[in-house]
């Protein structure tokens, strides 16, 4: 039996898978001679649209760049409100601040997003214009349906993070193809991650994708002529190439192993004081969390499996409300939220786990003892 440590991420078995790939995918835009916005970012672009199901991908250098590119992009103006989740990476809210967005914040429900009754109040009370950005928090789908609806109705644009989601949909409508757009990170642990950073706006509007490409590279509309204050936010040739000859065709297949080790878990974990993601939860299985009943239990599990030399991690420890950098503000409360984040634990799930791995970390968590 393999004895080794699991770990959270497997970078060493993803360079052995991905080697040769990726040192073509290197030498091809060695050899060309061009590293900045050309064929690679073009085609994998392409490529991304086509398999994500989106008419256009920007190509951005990082997730929280194309989280700010894609807010600016469909009209975020400062001054303007938005609306997020406080459960989410500090990306999602530091990029509505860099846009020169007032952020409000509505909790979540027991899966980790966004309550729509709880936006819904949010935007009974708000004033002026607001643009709702939600997260596909651990891979999970958010109600896109819902939030558009609320839309309509309070006349707000949806913007999506999914940073943790690339190829994820609400039934058979990918993210950002019926919203204005999505935004993704390529960061190297995500589910289509680089040998670096990266990220991209996914969407299906074409006026949104024109000005993002503007935004992306200094606000020039034409070589020279420059439209707006834009930012330097290219994904570098060397990037896309790798992306798209190396991580890309491996991709589906990587999508659905994270199903598996899902399912897997799902069904061999058997505990009532822990509480596994919803039955028939619609999900890219970025990350699988697990929540106990309080902050001891997640930190008893935690250390339970440490000993196991099983790696876990906690999605996130910290509220963004409760983030020192957001000191100035006042949010509000957030009680489910804050009780999610006190009690989230997130269980090993990359793509070259295989089944015994799985089974020991479900062997593991069966087996935990603890007092209360
Ligand atoms: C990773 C992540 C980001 C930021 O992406 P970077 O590429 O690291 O800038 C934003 N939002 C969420 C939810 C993330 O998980």
Same mark, same amino acid.
């Given at each position: 039996m393999n004895t080794d440590p699991i770990k959270a991420n497997d970078f060493d078995a993803q360079w052995l898978d991905i080697e040769s790939d990726a040192l073509a995918a290197i030498r091809r835009v060695g050899e060309s001679g061009w590293y900045i916005l050309g064929r690679e970012v073009d085609e994998f672009e392409r490529a991304l649209a086509l398999l994500h199901g989106v008419d256009h991908v920007v190509g951005c250098a990082s997730g929280l760049d194309a989280i700010e590119i894609g807010l600016r992009a469909s009209g975020v103006a400062p001054g303007d409100r938005v609306l997020t989740t406080?459960?989410?990476?500090f990306a999602t809210a530091l990029a509505a601040l860099r846009a020169g967005a007032d952020l409000v914040f509505a909790d979540v429900d027991e899966q980790g997003l966004l309550d729509l009754g709880e936006v819904e109040s949010v935007l009974e009370a708000a004033t002026g214009p607001t643009t709702i950005l939600p997260v596909h928090l651990y891979g999970h789908a958010a109600d896109i349906d819902g939030l558009l609806a609320l839309g309509q109705k309070y006349g707000c644009v949806v913007l999506e993070d999914a940073a943790q989601a690339v190829?994820?949909?609400q039934g058979s409508r990918p993210f950002g193809s019926v919203s204005v757009g999505a935004a993704t990170s390529?960061?190297?642990?995500?589910?289509? @991650?680089?040998?670096g950073d990266g990220g991209a706006l996914l969407t299906s509007d074409e006026r949104v994708a024109r000005k993002a490409r503007e935004l992306r590279d200094y @606000?020039?509309?034409?070589?020279?002529?420059?439209t707006s204050l834009g930012l330097n936010s290219r994904l570098d040739e060397i990037h896309a190439a790798v992306l798209r000859s190396a991580m890309l065709p491996r991709l589906p297949r990587a999508l659905s192993r994270r199903a598996e080790i899902a399912a897997r878990y799902q069904a061999g974990i058997e505990r009532t004081d822990l509480r596994l993601p919803a039955a028939g939860l619609e999900s890219s299985w970025h990350l699988f969390p697990v929540f106990a009943n309080h902050s001891d239990g997640r930190e008893s599990l935690r250390e339970h499996l440490a000993a196991c030399e099983i790696a876990t991690a906690v999605?996130?420890?910290?509220l963004v409300t409760d983030q020192p950098a957001l000191a100035e503000f006042e949010f509000g409360e957030f009680p489910v939220a804050a009780r999610l984040a006190s009690t989230e634990l997130s269980l090993p799930i990359h793509p070259y786990l295989d089944d015994a791995d799985v089974d020991r970390v479900i062997d593991a968590v069966n087996g935990w003892r603890h007092d209360r």
């Open positions: 406080p459960l989410t990476a190829c994820g949909a390529f960061y190297p642990t995500k589910n289509l @991650g680089a040998l @606000g020039q509309s034409d070589k020279y002529l420059h999605h996130y420890p910290t």
